[in-house]
């Protein structure tokens, strides 16, 4: 049984990734069945038709034979991240009896970063006596210090509850190494590594950006929110004028204070919606480099790997990597572009270099064999099924000692 916020046919990463690894498990002979609230990611209302975003406590087939159970949602507007909040309880504890219909699991997975989903998934598990596997997509609780999301006493329960849940989860899943160890440092030895990734046979391989182009062109695809502090690339562009373009795609809770700053600064960047399919293909193609950045002051991010990483190495564009820790390390094995401080001055410096030798820009096939050989959802899948069957083996050894 998984457990999540966001499910197909919804654009997100848990979307992303659960879509994916649902294949594979089907594939591998196995039964899912996914609880998730009727589509309306991410502004908060149902935007597609309601037979494919699914009713209320009803059930629904989903793409690779899954079944989907939904739950409702609260409406809310925009991308406030209270309201976001207060829909997802909304929906996780909708979510329980939905967790208690049908047939029992063998295992129950709840993913974060919704943090009412994983208290659901502890809840069901506890009631049905099965495994409960915590998956953190994002460093919880060091993120909720590092940005501060709330204050005081109020602060200190929600780590508390983070870290409850981790503490009695039969196994925890991270998607990166680095936070698996913090976990580990912490005292917990039920941890295993599984990280984002993608279906490499549906990305193409581009050709390389041309050696000649009046007009530098940047890209960055992804979340507008407080992690990624966008506000810098566009600091950046405004230093360089007209003969550089900086392209934005995506929503967020930053997005319109990014609007005002672009148009207070007077600088050459463009903003999009959330785009799919060949239209981000599209996107790739006219890009000279594409931006990774997640902000250098929190150091949560230290072991955080943006998923966006893995797609641009895939698809052959040089990046522009504005991260640290594991990010860093990844960028740099694969050989995939450069590093920069997380600073206008320095963004724009390395951009000015990369317009003046537009050969650094055929970053080659390397990036695409790294991700061939650690971040293929097919290999992913498998690594994750072999994590899942040797918990359930164990509970079920333990529940016939208990019988005996």
């Known amino acids: 049984m998984l457990l999540t916020h966001s499910y197909w046919p919804e654009h997100s990463p848990p979307q992303r990734r659960w879509l994916s690894l649902t294949r594979e498990f089907i594939r591998a002979g196995w039964e899912i069945d996914v609880i998730a609230p009727v589509a309306h990611y991410p502004n908060g209302r149902r935007n597609l038709p309601r037979r494919k975003a699914g009713f209320a406590f009803a059930r629904q087939e989903g793409p690779n034979g899954e079944t989907i159970r939904r739950v409702p949602y609260l409406r809310h507007l925009g991308t406030s991240s209270l309201a976001r909040f207060v829909d997802q309880v909304f929906s996780a504890v909708m979510s329980v009896p939905m967790g208690l219909a049908g047939g029992k699991p063998d295992a129950i997975l709840a993913t974060a970063p919704s943090l009412p989903t994983l208290a659901t998934g502890y809840v069901l598990s506890r009631i049905r006596k099965v495994p409960l596997i915590i998956e953190m997509r994002d460093a919880w609780p060091d993120l909720a210090r590092d940005a501060r999301m709330v204050q005081g006493s109020v602060k200190s329960v929600v780590e508390r509850v983070v870290e409850f849940l981790q503490q009695r989860a039969d196994l925890v899943v991270t998607v990166t190494e680095g936070f698996a160890q913090t976990l580990r440092d912490r005292g917990l030895q039920n941890v295993v590594t599984v990280s984002n990734g993608l279906d490499l046979n549906s990305i193409p391989l581009l050709d390389p950006p041309v050696l000649e182009r009046d007009v530098f062109r940047a890209l960055y695809l992804g979340n507008h929110g407080k992690s990624q502090r966008l506000d810098i690339l566009i600091r950046a562009t ?145 690594r994750y099924m072999d994590s899942i069957s040797a918990l359930v083996r164990s509970n079920s050894w333990r529940r016939q000692e208990d019988a005996a």
């Open 238 to 382: 405004a230093l360089l004028g007209d003969s550089f373009h900086l392209t934005l795609v995506g929503q967020g809770t930053s997005r319109p204070n990014l609007v005002k700053l672009a148009r207070e600064l007077n600088a050459p960047v463009s903003f999009f919606p959330s785009l799919q399919g060949p239209e981000v293909v599209e996107k790739y193609r006219e890009a000279d480099t594409c931006i990774v950045s997640l902000r250098d002051d929190w150091k949560s991010f230290e072991t955080t790997v943006p998923s966006k990483t893995y797609e641009v190495l895939a698809i052959g564009r040089h990046v522009t990597a504005i991260v640290r820790g594991e990010a860093e390390r990844i960028i740099l094995e694969a050989g995939g572009g450069d590093i920069v401080a997380a600073n206008p001055e320095a963004v724009a410096q390395l951009w000015r270099e990369l317009a003046a030798d537009r050969s650094r820009l055929a970053s080659g096939v390397s990036g695409r064999e790294w991700v061939k050989a650690n971040a293929d959802y097919s290999q992913l899948a498998v």
